[in-house]
């Protein structure tokens, strides 16, 4: 079967999830920058899997993503059926799936529910595009809501996730749920260096105030409420400032301007019409009144690609799937707290081009100041704070590199065993005096009245939960004891120990014992 000559990174991560999966992953993750080619790495995982005689289903939550991604499998000579809108069924014999996650998620519970499920039984590897986002979630949970990795696919099924951010956060579920494994590519800078990614131009101009927009949750990541933020921008001053920066710093140059909702679109546009600079908008609507400023999607897109004009404006539409590498500025006309949603919306520019050096990022939503700069080099987890109650946290093994458990000692992937830190050892070692594991009897025969070994006095009171008195009592009817002097230095040295732990307020031991004792050396 004919394929790709892949870049090394590529192939290199392909490898990787590869043998982690061998070795008993359920899922991986690839973390691949935007522009990084993960089109292209899906595609070559499900000719892979296709050569063995397997079915892949590419999951994901975009049309553009969809179109995009199926065009990049055909050519690796894989023909895939598509689920989405207004195409019911769909042969139960190809190798290859591209589904759009919304519309998988109305089949396998509708009329045709046995239909697909019985063809999501079928598949082998899961691939799920954009994967840190929470659309697909719903595939790894049962009736009630609750995690159930296979509630949908059969168990055998592996599952590979590819995002140039994998980060979520709020009530999403974690990463780690889905992925035991995270493979990590080159950096944005590392691509620049490498040549395959175009370096940015940063311009940060003054932001509107949005100290008073209001913020929403939807899809379980915090962003500005889309209405409220156009509100806040809806001015003359802040339209012509967006115009008049560009001209100043990107004038003449292809460019697509990132909106806050539609409506803020078609104004920008015309604006930038109103000013002498060719523009346009799309939009899943068009407000009334601007229709002269619209069209077809395909038209639009391909009048603009032609410098038909100059300047294309939009809200969401364009923030993923969609490519045009000699594309020479973005504009972010509107704040997001969103991280992803940011470097997706820049990584629009990053395509290298004939004769491109760079593209210009001119900010008017102060992302640059909250997010970093597109190239920082940043760390990604599979693991979020969260504040739900009873969830399995999880941590990497130090070895093999998968996601196990945070409370698990021993990592089930390679048996490489967590060292103990100081405090689980000394817990360790009271435990042999607790409660659970001797009597009373059995704890005080442990106690040695020796000078040096007071230790094992506070030992037991520790793991006892007795008190310092209780330390004293002892001292004083010990018969090992039987002097003052004795009495008295032993009882120091327990108060200088207990100084060290969490019994009693210790300041000066030996006034501690004085006091107890009644005896002043």
Not at 473 to 478: I, T
């Amino acid at each position: 079967m004919a394929r790709f000559t892949l870049y090394d990174y590529q192939q290199s991560a392909v490898n990787e999830s590869r043998e982690f999966l061998k070795k008993g992953a359920k899922g991986v993750m690839l973390n691949l920058a935007t522009g990084a080619g993960k089109s292209v790495v899906l595609s070559e995982c499900a000719a892979l899997v296709a050569d063995n005689k397997g079915v892949t289903m590419v999951l994901t939550h975009r049309e553009e993503l969809l179109n995009s991604n199926g065009s990049t499998i055909e050519e690796f000579e894989l023909y895939p059926e598509y689920i989405k809108k207004g195409v019911r069924f769909v042969s139960t014999d190809n190798n290859c799936y591209v589904a759009m996650a919304q519309t998988l998620k109305r089949r396998i519970t509708g009329r045709d529910a046995d239909f697909y499920r019985y063809l999501c039984d079928k598949v082998t590897l899961l691939i799920i595009d954009e994967a840190h986002t929470g659309d697909t979630d719903v595939f790894f949970k049962d009736e009630n809501g609750d995690l159930h990795i296979d509630a949908v696919f059969n168990p055998k099924c592996k599952i590979v996730g590819l995002s140039a951010t994998p980060k979520r956060s709020g009530k999403q579920l974690q990463l780690s749920d889905i992925y035991t494994a995270m493979i990590e590519g080159p950096t944005v800078k590392d691509l620049i260096r490498m040549g395959k990614l175009s370096p940015c131009s940063p311009f940060e101009a003054e932001s509107v105030d949005m100290s008073n927009v209001k913020t929403s949750n939807k899809g379980g990541e915090k962003d500005y409420d889309s209405t409220d933020q156009f509100n806040a921008r809806n001015n003359r001053a802040a339209y012509e400032s967006v115009v008049n920066e560009w001209k100043r710093t990107a004038n003449d140059t292809s460019t697509l301007v990132f909106c806050s909702n539609v409506e803020h679109s078609a104004i920008m546009a015309q604006y930038f019409c109103d000013m002498g600079i060719p523009a346009k908008f799309l939009c899943s609507t068009t407000p009334q009144g601007y229709e002269h400023l619209t069209g077809d999607r395909a038209t639009i897109v391909s009048e603009w690609c032609n410098d038909g004009f100059k300047v294309l404006c939009n809200a969401n539409i364009f923030v993923a799937g969609y490519n045009r590498p000699n594309l020479e500025t973005v504009v972010m006309a509107r704040a997001t707290l969103s991280l992803s949603l940011y470097l997706q919306a820049i990584g629009r520019g990053s395509r290298i081009a004939e004769g491109k050096t760079h593209f210009n990022h001119l900010d008017f939503g102060g992302n640059i100041t909250r997010h970093g700069l597109y190239d920082d080099v940043r760390e990604w987890s599979l693991s979020h704070k969260t504040k739900a109650k009873g969830e399995t946290k999880h941590r990497e093994c130090k070895q093999c590199e998968m996601y196990i458990p945070q409370s698990a000692r021993k990592c089930p992937f390679c048996d490489y065993e967590k060292p103990l830190t100081p405090v689980e050892v000394e817990e360790m070692r009271l435990k042999a005096f607790s409660k659970g594991e001797k009597t009373y009897a059995q704890a005080y025969s442990t106690i040695k009245w020796s000078r040096g070994d007071e230790y094992t006095a506070v030992d037991v009171a520790r793991a006892r939960g007795y008190s310092s008195s209780w330390i004293a009592n002892l001292v004083r009817n010990e018969p090992n004891l039987d002097t003052n002097k004795k009495r008295y230095d032993y009882l120091v040295n327990c108060g200088k120990l207990l100084k060290k732990s969490k019994i009693g307020k210790m300041k000066y031991p030996a006034l501690w014992a004085e006091r107890m004792l009644g005896y002043k050396a």
